[in-house]
């Protein structure tokens, strides 16, 4: 049953929820595309974004830090997904620490503020940076992925505050960049030590609450041939001379990452009951110089989910394309490469959590049923849960337009989500 300060919560969410999408599109405004591999951030829109949730959150109260990571001083370690060369700078983080009365749980509320690139423009029919409104909806790059998420858990704060209640239990936010590439963002508030009894992380997710996500690892296959003039005749056998197209090759190798796929479908080591089982797939292949020569090289590059319960699926991908490679009579005696571009460990928590218990009778509270679910992508959980140790949940919009163009997030549900973080904190961290 709701309390009376609950209910007042509750009712100042509905009463503020025009400042709640004005802070959306505020953030939306924002161009904070994760740079690609090998380029860095450029313009002020990622340092302009961070200062102005830096001040809104000082404006609450909170004591805060702000920095830039240096990746080259990170930990690193099998299935963290650091990147050493990678240039994080003119990309800060905020985190902001809000202490509570001392006798109640602490929470971290985290979220990431870099967005995927826009794509074709003209597949877009709202401006992917103005935050435009229409049929209840605020569309916009990063709209639920995830800048919907920050401002409905800085709202929920904010709207406690209002409320006048003081929590029992401390309340730590982080803004970070580099979900949508490496996770580092986060995994350096960890390293700096940043704890909690729990955390919520606002991903997308339809206002059911994720508890699991896949891992994923990465890699490059380079497949070998021998050139040769591709409009003469017959060629000899390789073994004396003749030309061996790279091309045709390396189709076995793709058969061979379609054969191990559909063996992870049915094996029991690789199924779990929220997500897919393991995969392997061809990405990005390149073969080829000359319309008129034999390719004498492929690479193709391949991506790899993996439930929690792999390590690291590498070394069986290598073993299966070596087992087939030495079918093939070149191959064997001129065997393919295969090279690890990194992983990501994947995460879960159990089921009997109590952070997943309070969410889910807050989410009652409102008439709102969720389910547990998984995610086959990874979020920034990973690193709360895997590296700090920290039970996380995500609980936020519908995922459905992520990455896409036209991008929305539903405002009913912005609201639906506010409401759900909001009682959430509440239950969870305790409060007079």
């Known amino acids: 049953m709701l309390s009376e300060k609950e209910r007042k919560v509750l009712q100042l969410i509905d009463e503020n929820k025009e400042k709640l999408i004005e802070y959306l599109r505020k953030l939306i405004s924002f161009k904070t595309v994760t740079p690609a591999s090998g380029g860095k951030a450029e313009g002020d829109d990622y340092k302009k974004l961070q200062e102005f949730v830096y001040k809104t959150l000082e404006e609450m109260g909170f004591t805060l830090d702000m920095w830039e990571i240096d990746s080259s001083t990170l930990e690193n370690f099998p299935g963290s997904g650091v990147e050493p ?3 994080l700078s003119n990309m800060p983080v905020v985190v902001g620490e809000l202490k509570g009365q001392g006798k109640g749980k602490s929470l971290i509320l985290n979220g990431h503020y870099d967005v995927v690139p826009v794509g074709v423009i003209e597949n877009w029919s709202h401006d992917p940076f103005k935050g435009e409104i229409e049929d209840n909806k605020i569309f916009g790059r990063g ?3 995830m800048k919907g998420g920050i401002a409905t858990m800085i709202e929920a704060v904010k709207l406690i505050q209002k409320a006048g209640i003081k929590l029992d239990g401390d309340i730590t936010v982080q803004t970070v960049p580099e979900e949508e590439m490496s996770c580092m963002g986060t995994l350096a508030c960890c390293q700096k030590g940043y704890k909690a009894d729990a955390a919520i992380i606002p991903e997308p997710t339809d206002l059911d609450v994720l508890i699991a996500m896949r891992g994923n690892a990465g ?15 017959v060629q000899p ?3 004396v001379g003749g030309a061996v197209n790279a091309i045709s090759k390396s189709v076995k190798m793709i058969q061979a990452f379609e054969e191990l796929t559909e063996e992870w479908r049915t094996r029991p080591d690789k199924q779990h009951k929220l997500l897919n089982p393991d995969m392997v797939m061809p990405t990005v292949i390149r073969g080829g110089e000359w319309a ?7 690479e193709i590059a391949f991506n790899a989910p993996f439930i929690p319960g792999t390590v690291n699926p590498g070394k069986e ?13 070149w191959m064997k005696e001129h065997p393919p490469k295969i090279e690890s571009s990194g992983w990501m460990y994947g995460a879960e928590i159990d089921e009997n959590e109590p952070i997943i218990k309070a969410a889910i009778e807050a989410s009652r509270e409102l008439g709102i049923e969720p389910k547990l ?20 949940i995500s609980i936020g919009v519908d995922i459905s337009t992520a ?3 036209d991008e929305f997030a539903d405002i009913g549900q912005l609201i639906k989500a506010t409401k759900m973080i909001a009682l959430t904190i509440l239950r969870w961290c305790g409060y007079s």
């Open 403 to 405: 990455h896409k163009a």
């Open 237 to 239: 056998h390789w073994s």
């Open 143 to 145: 709209a639920c992925d």
């Open 373 to 392: 679910t998984g995610m086959d992508s990874l979020t920034d959980a990973i690193h709360l849960i895997n590296y700090s140790k920290i039970p996380t």
């Open 317 to 329: 991908i290598e073993e299966k394309i070596m087992s087939v490679a030495a079918t093939d009579s």
């Open 292 to 298: 008129v020569t034999y390719p004498e090289k492929v």
């Open 85 to 87: 060369e990678r240039d």
């Open 219 to 233: 890699g490059k296959l380079t497949v070998f041939g021998r050139a040769g003039h591709a409009d003469e005749g």
